[in-house]
């Protein structure tokens, strides 16, 4: 006889992992970037920006996105979404960051996650220095910052964080390495998880369609 096992999949440590798995992203992940940004409410746009912008406005800043030359991380939820990102803008040898987590999945340890990602990664790039600028009214922000060890510097509404990167050896090489192929395995997984959920969801709703004859599945054409 056959058994079914029920995992809570929020409390396994292994499901945790690879739901914070950080995924490098590229130039074909533009849209769901937009749409990740789109999400943002006003306020939180604001606090991002540093001003409130239009949804004009963010697809040219997804459009003008340096892939060659700049990191963008993101962490994607079960449904292939994003959830969070991280934009690493390289320039005269150091990076500037910009982050932005969605609301219902804050608290969670993904922005911490996310900049030790990416300070590793301007490490391992030769990046002398990594900096963040926001408002002040950006908490979130300024207490990643602190907790990544950037020295804060604040200015009227502004506040400038910055930390001094030690320059990469074997250890952090490796480690990036490793969270990449971590990642590529993560969101090969999710896209297997993605498809099976969509075929399940299929079948389902073929055997729940009422007919006095017994469907024939070769002639039943999906809905979208």
């Known amino acids: 006889m056959g058994c079914v096992v029920t995992v809570n999949r929020e409390n396994h440590p292994i499901w945790n992992l690879m739901s914070k798995s950080i995924r490098q992203l590229a130039r074909h992940d533009q849209w769901g970037l937009v749409r990740h940004f789109l999400a943002l409410a006003n306020e939180d746009r604001r606090l991002r ?6 949804d004009y406005a963010i697809r040219n800043y997804v459009a003008s996105i340096n892939f060659d030359r700049d990191a963008v991380f993101g962490v994607l939820d079960s449904q292939l979404q994003l959830i969070a990102v991280l934009h690493l803008a390289s320039d005269h040898g150091n ?12 608290d969670q340890g993904i922005g911490t996650s996310l900049l030790r990602r990416a300070k590793k990664h301007a490490r391992n790039r030769g990046r002398h220095e990594l900096l963040a600028n926001c408002l002040t009214e950006n908490r979130p922000m300024m ?6 060890g950037m020295e804060i510097t604040i200015d ?17 090489q490796i480690s990036e390495t490793f969270e990449q192929r971590l990642a590529f395995f993560n969101h090969a997984l999710k896209c297997r998880l993605a498809e099976a959920r969509y075929i ?3 079948l389902a709703g073929g055997r729940n369609r009422r007919s006095p004859q017994r469907p024939n599945f070769l002639n039943v054409s999906a809905k979208p």
């Open 200 to 202: 399940a969801k299929g």
């Open 156 to 172: 009227a509404s502004e506040a400038a964080a910055c930390l001094n990167l030690m320059p990469a050896d074997v250890s952090s």
């Open 49 to 54: 920006f540093g001003a409130t912008i239009s």
């Open 143 to 148: 207490h990643l910052a602190r907790k990544t």
């Open 95 to 106: 990076a500037e960051l910009g982050v932005s987590v969605l609301q219902k999945h804050r």
